[in-house]
């Protein structure tokens, strides 16, 4: 039982390289599922391994086995090994919902800040026009989704670059990219090798929204164009917009203009896709496995299954 909830530990650290690779290599929408299912996945794995060592360690006293209603000692690996491994989990735990916590409440607020900031700016249609000298521009999720651009961004493109930037942003809202930002925020205060996976997360939606772009302008040149002056302006400007309100800026833009300008081609390399499979599917088996076999050694040690 030990080794398999500790599977799930070990295989996310090999989501971060496998996922940097499946951004370079597959369709970016593609990409963008892949690796935020996958990064689930393993999140909730982890988390299911470690309820289930603090759990072997609680039961191994006296006072919780009662409470457990155990008849017979619960049968596990030694206590050398169970007791640390209860009590580290503990640990990473408590840390886990600690950092969970404060990042919920600081989006929170910078959401509730961005739909007031958003609310008070001219609107023409999803757009939403801030008065400020700063250039920013993002996707704003809500009821109704918004498009929040400030004048300092305005000005900073001619009209064609604008063009560009509404149509960036609105592929943003239409593809729901926010959810993934946010699952991909969930994921990374789970286990610490997720948290160069939501770089991933974000990078693959803004490609996605960069073809998107692309395809609704005609004119990838320009695209890249218009997303390098974008983010040249804006590299100093951060508004009160929360982390999964996907931004034109944000990301490697080199590496966004590269792939705008290098010519499409179709997705290859499908095995870096089956890393990130297989990396996900044994870490769900072994820690759904490892997580059965815990229950069964409790109903064993509360006499109502034989060993």
Known sequence: ??????????????????????????????????????????????????????????????????????????????????????????????????????????????FRAARSEAGCGPA???????????????????RPHRIVVTTGMLRSLDAAEREVLFAHERAHNQGGHHYFLAAAELAAHCHPALRPVRDSVRLAAERAADEAAADAVGDRRLTARAIARAALVGQAARGVRPDFAPSVTTGPVPQRVRALLAAPRPAAAPWIALVLVACAGLSFVASATGVTDFHHRVEVAQGEERG
């Open 1 to 110: 039982m030990t080794f398999l909830l500790l599977l799930p530990l070990v295989l996310t650290f090999a989501l971060p390289a496998s996922a940097r690779r499946t951004v370079d290599r597959l369709a970016p929408v593609t990409a963008l599922w892949l690796i935020t299912v996958s990064a689930v996945v393993c999140a909730g794995c982890s988390l299911a391994a470690l309820g289930a060592f603090v759990l072997t360690g609680l039961l191994k006293v006296s006072v919780f086995a009662t409470l457990g209603e155990l008849v017979h000692p619960l049968r596990t690996a030694s206590d050398l090994v169970v007791v640390p491994a209860a009590a580290a989990s503990v640990g990473v735990l408590t840390g886990c919902a600690w950092t969970l916590a404060r990042s919920v409440l600081r989006q929170t607020r910078a």
């Open 124 to 142: 023409a249609g999803d757009l939403r026009v801030v008065d400020s000298p700063h250039p920013d521009a993002y996707a704003l999720p809500g």
